[in-house]
């Protein structure tokens, strides 16, 4: 099983910026879909993105691809916020898994999770 570690959360002010990253330690990200969901108190979880590792194509969530960009590298996968707003504060979590085609909003198909970032945006 794939173990996950976020970093990059943290306080900012509205309007900054902050960029997340996902490590992946025990396996490599091949033949994974690695997405980033976010967790506001008291709100289930929501699809922010997601990267297909093996041919980089990537999905937005609802209203996210305007801010937020999905990336990666030989080893992590990376979150660019841009234009945070105090709504954007919530625990960001990234997960691997193998969802189909057009489900990737859908955290049950979603294998392994990491421990989630706290990403605070101040008014």
């Known amino acids: 099983q794939v173990q996950l570690v976020e970093s990059g959360g943290g306080l900012v002010q509205a309007g900054g910026s902050l960029r997340l990253s996902c490590a992946a330690s025990?396996?490599?990200?091949?033949?994974?879909?690695v997405g980033w969901f976010r967790q506001a108190p008291g709100k289930d979880r929501e699809f922010v993105a997601c990267i297909n590792w093996s041919v980089g194509l990537t999905y937005y969530g609802d209203s996210m691809k305007d801010r937020f960009s999905i990336s990666s590298d030989n080893a992590k996968v990376y979150l660019q916020m841009n234009s945070l707003k105090p709504e954007d504060t919530a625990v960001y979590y990234c997960?691997?898994?193998?969802?189909?085609?057009?489900?990737?909003?859908?955290?049950?198909?979603?294998?392994?999770w990491g421990q989630g970032t706290q990403v605070t945006v101040s008014s």
């Open positions: 025990g396996r490599t990200f091949s033949h994974y879909v």
């Open positions: 997960a691997v898994g193998r969802p189909p085609y057009g489900s990737w909003r859908y955290v049950y198909h979603y294998d392994s």
